[in-house]
């Protein structure tokens, strides 16, 4: 596609279900990124995916967190358990990082949680 | 661990200049700027991937102070549409990860 695509845009759940997040990036881009940024606040580092390199999950914050990503394409975070914290906006952004150095990233509209 | 912007928040009048920091207590290998507007994604400005590196485009500048892990981003003679939240970013070298202060709001009033 032209842009990375995020689905849903809007989600609203109830306490303790689970919700998955689906980013769609650039097509050719090799690194995927998740942030989450909540009301207000700023861009907070999720997890990071670069080719088939071992992704860097050193932002998830629980083990309630989690995601996954066939090759490079499609990327799903998953949330367990949902809790009223977790409510944000979740940015998916890719980035074809020439040489594996971070390039320009490329954001997604993002996927608005509500958790209530 | 994530850099430091300074200040939190700024306004300015329409024409007037406007200095935005940031710096970090981990090697600064790249810094990256974003701005975001109002209920829209954040949007690529600028890298500099050297130090002493300055860049720019229209009236937007940064540089990069490598050696006391240092970025600035200038903005001369704002306009309306400059306002939103500038973000830098701190590039990993060559793990590609990129790690985001907490952002500084701009307000740009006629």
């Known amino acids: 596609g032209a842009g990375v695509s995020q689905s849903p845009s809007n989600k609203v759940t109830e306490k303790g279900k689970d919700v998955e997040l689906r980013c769609d990036p650039i097509?050719?881009?090799?690194?995927l990124y998740w942030y989450r940024q909540r009301l207000g606040q700023g861009l907070e580092f999720l997890i990071y995916f670069q080719g088939n390199s071992a992704p860097d999950k050193s932002g998830l914050p629980s083990d309630r967190f989690s995601a996954e990503r066939t090759g490079e394409s499609v990327s799903t975070l998953t949330i367990q358990r949902t809790q009223q914290e977790d409510s944000a906006v979740y940015l998916c952004a890719s980035s074809s990082n020439p040489g594996g150095r971070t390039g320009e990233l490329f954001f997604g509209e993002g996927s608005r949680l509500t958790v209530l | 661990q994530q850099p430091v912007q300074s200040p939190q928040a700024v306004i300015l009048r329409e024409g007037e200049d406007a200095v935005i920091n940031c710096s970090s207590s981990k090697a600064l290998y790249s810094v990256h700027w974003y701005r975001q507007k109002h209920g829209e994604a954040p949007v690529f400005l600028m890298i500099l991937l050297k130090g002493g590196e300055q860049k720019g485009h229209d009236k937007i500048s940064a540089s990069f102070n490598e050696k006391k892990q240092q970025s600035s981003l200038y903005l001369t003679a704002s306009q309306l549409s400059y306002s939103g939240t500038y973000f830098c970013g701190r590039g990993g070298g060559s793990q590609g990860n990129l790690i985001f202060g907490k952002g500084t709001k701009l307000s740009v009033k006629p």
């Open positions: 097509s050719g881009h090799t690194a």
